[in-house]
């Protein structure tokens, strides 16, 4: 035993050796507070972070990234990009980076006098048997699956989350919604704020109120629950799924590339009222 605790304490203090180092914090430019939940991280290489409650972050960027941008965005905000060793060098200097709030655009939906109905998106499992999980305790990991409105426009009121753990950790998530690229892979975000919420103690639902951000779509689109808040214990959450329905798209943390995971689809739902 102790020899296996040497030789993973000699392998943890090789890797921190090649590993870079950066730690910093997050300030809004014009007021210079904090800001919570931003994500960072090397573009497309699932080596990422998010800012923690007072701004701050540490991102270990392993050896042979030198020469690779750092992306940090917010909902709100202009993205700023780094090469990582002009990050460290600025960060050596003075650990403050500043964001400049820039107002989000998104593309407007015009409905007619058309006929409404409602509809509910997804899938609707609430399985215990079956279950899906988080790809790890990342913080920016993302989870989510497409929600087809088949040529509808849509105006989204309720995201649900059938929750199959219990004794889940006291931890916050972030629900996004993104457009969909020709591959069918999440592209631009479909909101212009955060929607913050809190993990349920127990098994059940996860029910958020949509209506107050007013998300209009008329094309597919992917929804996502991001892991933003450090878990007590390295413990995970668990959803229900289904085997063969719509595959889970995920990707590992910020700003790393998204991937479809598995035949299984996550228990989400999207009640809608919809346009033909």
Do not use: C
């Not at 007590?232 to 590992?252: C, D, G, H, Q, Y």
């Amino acid at each position: 035993m102790k020899q296996l605790f040497l030789l993973l304490t000699l392998l943890f203090s090789a890797f921190a050796l090649q590993a870079q180092t950066l730690k910093g914090v997050l300030k809004d430019a014009a007021t210079g507070e904090p800001l919570p939940y931003v994500n960072v991280g090397v573009l497309n290489k699932n080596i990422g972070t998010v800012s923690g409650e007072d701004g701050r972050f540490t991102l270990l960027v392993p050896e042979g990234h030198s020469s690779d941008t750092v992306r940090i965005s917010m909902i709100g905000y202009a993205t700023r990009d780094f090469i990582v060793d002009d990050m460290a060098a600025r960060l050596a200097d003075n650990n403050e980076i500043k964001m400049k709030e820039q107002a989000t655009e998104l593309k407007p939906v015009v409905v007619s006098n058309r006929k409404s109905g409602e509809k509910l998106l997804g899938n609707k499992t609430e399985s215990k048997s079956v279950t899906a999980a988080f790809t790890s305790n990342k913080l920016g990991n993302e989870v989510g699956t497409v929600m087809k409105i088949k040529g509808d426009i849509a105006l989204l009121k309720t995201f649900s989350a059938s929750i199959a753990s219990d004794d889940n950790p006291p931890v916050k998530m972030r629900l996004n919604f993104y457009s969909l690229d020709k591959k069918g892979m999440p592209d631009k975000l479909l909101i212009n704020e955060n929607i913050i919420v809190d993990t349920p103690k127990n098994s059940g639902k996860l029910v958020v109120d949509l209506t107050p951000y007013n998300i209009m779509v008329e094309d597919d689109f992917l929804v996502s629950l991001e892991w933003i808040e450090d878990a007590p214990n390295s413990k995970r959450i668990w959803f229900s799924a289904a085997l063969f329905a719509t595959p889970i798209i995920a990707r590992e943390t910020s700003q790393g590339t998204w991937n479809k995971m598995s035949i299984a689809g996550v228990g989400f739902t999207v009640d809608t009222v919809y346009w033909k």
